[in-house]
């Protein structure tokens, strides 16, 4: 298959980009339009868009607004900071440090952004690059990616919390500086060596509220199990993207197909050649997943189809029975085993 460009998953900027389409005044469906952009697509939960459409229609988008920290307006909006499955692996840690340390390697495979801790003195740096370099002189994406990151520590630290510094790469005018400063609450240099943030050491260290250490151990195996190739076949293919997706809210056919460059109703006609169909695909991999975790956790049913993109529980159950023949009770109870025949 051909080397696809990096895409970014819609969601992790949708909601952000709507708020400052809201209060800056400007058509952002057009704006899309113009960046070889679907709206449609980037409207779809669990939608990817073009990294690099997406670069440009921020950058063209800050100047036709003369609004330079137009970054700054899309992170104040609510949206998401990382992928769900990620993001409930770094509330999961005991602490920050435990936390970024092997979320960074996901964050990575993720967005192939790199964000990497560099202890300096008493302090931890939290450095973002591109491998590839994809980004080139963005500004707009690296104050974007910072902020965001921001926010993502404040989920897990507090509202109240700051970091010790902000570094940029970038020197922008002095005239707007100050909406960097008053976004961060701390000091803001720029012309550096490197794009992140300063936490102290104690920050790093800090326990964790919503640490669970069950939750933590699915989620990790979860996210290391993810596969960075696709098999050969259309079926292989669209089944592990399926799985890399299940965790991270609903996994429509119309993501795994923008993924792989098909029209989502030539990716039904494609399997339906291979005898098989999105649905049964997803049914499957949502079953062979739920089956594992009831032999190996004590996760509770509820949080289990949540993460698996079932309405309730009880929806869980019925599929899970028609499939294994045993309830999820059943099969967590004697893994594996599904009643003799005719034994009710």
């Known amino acids: 298959m051909p080397t696809q460009p990096t895409l970014l998953a819609s969601s992790t900027i949708l909601s952000g980009m709507d708020g400052a389409a809201r209060e800056l005044g400007f058509d952002l469906d057009a704006a899309f339009l113009r960046h070889g952009i679907d709206p449609v697509t980037a409207r779809t939960p ?32 609510p949206a998401a900071v ?68 921001f926010r993502l520590l404040q989920d897990i630290l507090g509202e109240s919390w700051t970091p010790q510094s902000v570094s940029f790469t970038f020197e922008p005018a002095r005239g707007i500086r100050q909406h960097f400063t008053r976004f961060f609450q701390a000091p803001v240099y720029y012309a550096q060596e490197y794009d992140g943030l300063r936490l102290t050491g104690d ?26 190739q696709t098999p050969d076949n259309l079926t292989g293919r669209v089944s592990t993207l399926i799985r890399q997706h299940l965790g991270e809210g609903d996994c429509r056919a119309t993501t795994v197909a923008s993924q792989l460059g098909l029209h989502s109703k030539s990716l039904q ?50 599929a899970f029975k028609q499939r294994h023949g045993v309830s999820p009770r059943h099969w967590r109870s004697e893994p594996g085993q599904a009643p003799t025949e005719g034994g009710g």
């Open 46 to 77: 669990n939608g990817f868009i073009s990294r690099q459409c997406f670069r440009n229609c921020l950058e063209s988008l800050a100047q036709e607004l003369n609004c330079p920290h137009l970054a700054l307006v899309v992170a104040r909006h």
């Open 82 to 149: 990382v992928s769900s499955a990620l993001h409930q692996y770094i509330r999961a840690s005991a602490t920050l440090r435990q936390a970024l340390g092997q979320g960074y390697v996901y964050l990575c495979n993720l967005n192939g952004t790199l964000w990497r801790l560099q202890p300096d003195g008493s302090d931890v740096k939290l450095i973002r690059t591109v491998p590839r370099g994809e980004d080139g002189k963005s500004p707009q994406m690296q104050a974007l990616s910072v902020a965001r990151h």
């Open 203 to 228: 920050e790093m260290d800090r326990p964790i509220a919503t640490h669970d250490p069950e939750l933590l151990a699915i989620l990790q195996q979860y996210l290391a199990s993810r596969p960075q």
């Open 269 to 318: 006609r494609a399997l339906r050649r291979e005898n098989t169909s999105f649905r049964a695909l997803l049914q499957e991999a949502r079953l062979d997943i739920a089956a594992h975790h009831l032999s190996t956790s004590s996760i509770e049913l509820a949080r289990l189809a949540d993460m698996l993109g079932y309405s309730c529980a009880s929806a869980l159950s019925r």
